[in-house]
């Protein structure tokens, strides 16, 4: 049972443009989420994360968007860049107990900025 | 910079075959973990463990073990090689903390069985 998902497998945008990447999640106890990107053969790099006491964080060209009563996030990309061009996965986790942390991933998101 | 590092990039096994991963990080980590990457699948836990001597079963542990003997390393373990474990096999670690730590991967092992 896939506790967070990407419906989109793939987006396509123009270099210069914004990229949205969206995710959903199932299970209420999630309180902090993460955007991990992963070039082919490398292992993921983390990107961003939020927490739930927020509903916005930012660094850079990049954004997460957290709407907690959707159970839906998003990761924009301002402006895109070719260098972009990875799968992007999101990831949740529950701070119930010290230690862990567990993951649970998305399927992924593959995005190809066209120059 | 915190690194993981694993053994192989690339490995080519015979079904039936018993096949070892290892993965070492040197930021003193406690937890360090052991997915699978396949397409339209995104990353399966397969097992993690949050101390020495310490593993717990992810979401598909079967035709998997694990030892963690050293806290810098993980080693996965397929007891009999199966077609069906030909996989991108991914480790990572992260810090002990009460909130969501991320966690650092290390490159991969694209793992091939025959």
């Known amino acids: 049972d896939q506790q967070v998902k990407q419906n989109s497998p793939s987006l396509s945008v123009q270099e210069g443009r914004i990229s949205i990447l969206n995710c959903d999640y199932t299970?209420?106890?999630?309180?902090?989420f993460l955007w991990y990107k992963k070039y082919p053969a490398e292992g993921p790099t983390f990107l961003i994360s939020?927490?739930?006491?927020?509903d916005k964080n930012e660094d850079g060209r990049f954004t997460v968007f957290l709407n907690k009563s959707a159970k839906h996030l998003s990761l924009h990309i301002v402006p895109s860049q070719p260098g972009d061009s990875a799968v992007y996965f999101c990831?949740?986790?529950?701070?119930?107990?010290?230690?862990?942390?567990?993951?649970?991933f998305g399927t992924g998101t593959r995005l190809t900025v066209i120059p | 910079d915190v690194k993981v590092t694993q053994s192989s990039r690339y490995l080519v096994k015979r079904t039936g075959e018993k096949v070892f991963l290892e993965c070492v990080q040197d930021m003193d980590h406690e937890n360090m973990f052991w997915y699978r990457q396949d397409p339209g699948l995104g990353l399966r836990l397969i097992y993690f463990s949050y101390d020495v001597k310490m593993k717990e079963k992810g979401d598909i542990p079967e035709g998997y073990s694990v030892s963690r003997e050293k806290k810098e390393r993980f080693s996965l373990i397929l007891e009999s090689a199966s077609t069906n474990q030909t996989s991108m096999y991914l480790c990572?670690?992260?810090?002990?903390?009460?909130?969501?730590?991320?966690?650092?991967f290390g490159p991969g092992t694209r793992l091939t069985v025959t």
């Open positions: 990572a670690s992260s810090p002990t903390g009460y909130y969501g730590n991320e966690q650092y």
């Open positions: 939020i927490s739930s006491i927020k």
């Open positions: 299970n209420s106890m999630f309180d902090y």
């Open positions: 990831a949740a986790s529950a701070s119930t107990r010290a230690g862990a942390n567990n993951l649970f």
